[in-house]
T-cell receptor
Framework: ETGVTQTPRHLVMGMTNKKSLKCEQH?????MYWYKQSAKKPLELMFV???????ENNSVPSRFSPECPNSSHLFLHLHTLQPEDSALYLC??????????????FGSGTQLSVL | GQNIDQPTEMTATEGAIVQINCTYQ??????LFWYQQHAGEAPTFLSY????GLEEKGRFSSFLSRSKGYSYLLLKELQMKDSASYLC?????????????FGAGTQVVVTP
């Protein structure tokens, strides 16, 4: 257990569906992240929230919409996705700060398949 | 641009030693992390290097040379449970939060 919980673990959706991924951290961390992991590719940073404020948005298509209602919860709202969006979506948190406080604590991810 | 390279796959036998190399070219450097990820599970932290030299933690050691843009993760006395993907990640900024640049990962296969 890393202290970061993601739901659902698996999600299959059609291109016209709307769904949301949920992440909750029980570590008292100040920063939360969404990463996309595709096979044989590096993890891609999508969004960063620091103290509930979005501080990074890496040119992610608008069909992905993040929400951070408080420092413990992070959502990723999905709508009109494309088949190439199929991937493992990882949530992470970090204490915020330098040195090993930059360490990321990951959830187990949501394996998303878009049909 | 950012570039972090590591081998795609390595195979070794139980009880042996494996060294996973990572080279990086980033706009800045504020630390290098190694993570282990078993299939279907969360990546978990293994080690952190910010100064040159070797950090040892049980069967795992990590080395850093900042001048060469190079790190390695050394896994000793391999066990079957060490079969996993190993991710090299560099923190290239000194923000108050930890944005990391990741390599594609090295899949280590441990055989009996």
């Amino acid at each position: 257990e890393t202290g970061v919980t993601q739901t659902p673990r698996h999600l299959v959706m059609g291109m016209t569906n709307k769904k949301s991924l949920k992440c909750e951290q029980h570590l008292g961390h100040n920063a939360m992240y969404w990463y996309k992991q595709s096979a044989k590719k590096p993890l891609e940073l999508m969004f960063v929230y620091s103290l509930e404020e979005r501080v990074e948005n890496n040119s992610v298509p608008s069909r992905f919409s993040p929400e951070c209602p408080n420092s413990s919860h992070l959502f990723l709202h999905l709508h009109t996705l494309q088949p190439e969006d199929s991937a493992l979506y990882l949530c992470a948190s970090s204490p915020g700060g330098g040195g090993t406080d930059a360490q990321l604590f990951f959830g187990s991810g949501t394996q998303l398949s878009v049909l | 641009g950012q570039n972090i390279d590591q081998p795609t796959e390595m195979t070794a036998t139980e009880g042996a030693i494996v060294q996973i190399n990572c080279t990086y070219q980033t706009s800045g450097f504020n630390g290098l992390f190694w993570y282990q990820q078993h299939a279907g599970e969360a990546p978990t932290f293994l080690s952190y290097n910010v100064l040159d030299g070797l950090e040892e933690k049980g069967r795992f050691s990590s080395f850093l040379s900042r001048s060469k843009g190079y790190s390695y993760l050394l896994l000793k006395e391999l066990q079957m449970k060490d079969s996993a993907s190993y991710l090299c990640a560099v923190r290239d900024r000194s923000d108050s939060w930890g944005k990391l640049q990741f390599g594609a990962g090295t899949q280590v296969v441990v055989t009996p």
